[in-house]
Nanobody
Framework: QVQLVESGGGLVQAGGSLRLSCAAS????????MGWFRQAPGKEREFVAA????????ATAGSVKGQFTISRDNAKNTVYLQMNNLQPDDTAVYYC?????????????????WGQGIQVTASS
């Protein structure tokens, strides 16, 4: 069982930055691929970014490419999402996810564990 706890969300003005952190319980963090999804009010859940268990490869949604960066520190059991130049369209609840095995997926149904979600709001 893996527990995921997100932190670092909040309210920023358009153009601002936030860094989300997701701390995972357990001693097998380095064997899980990790990712971030988001869901805005009235919209479907969408893929944001993912990273392999080793951290050697990442994927980022086209809508946030060049704006958001995913990374991980396996020694700290933590995955990060650096979000720059936030815009009102980025306002959503952001979820940290974990998947057994080395490879990530772009589909939220492929992930085994979910955090509780954290609100990110960018005001215009």
């Amino acid at each position: 069982q893996v527990q995921l706890v997100e932190s670092g969300g909040g309210l920023v003005q358009a153009g601002g930055s936030l860094r989300l952190s997701c701390a995972a319980s357990g001693r097998t963090f380095s064997t899980y691929a990790m990712g971030w999804f988001r869901q805005a009010p009235g919209k479907e859940r969408e893929f944001v970014a993912a990273i392999t268990a080793s951290g050697e490869a990442t994927a980022t949604a086209g809508s946030v490419k060049g704006q958001f960066t995913i990374s991980r520190d396996n020694a700290k059991n933590t995955v990060y999402l650096q979000m720059n130049n936030l815009q009102p369209d980025d306002t959503a609840v952001y979820y940290c996810v974990a998947r057994r095995g080395p490879l990530y997926s772009l589909s939220y149904t492929s992930y085994d564990y979910w955090g509780q979600g954290i609100q990110v709001t960018a005001s215009s």
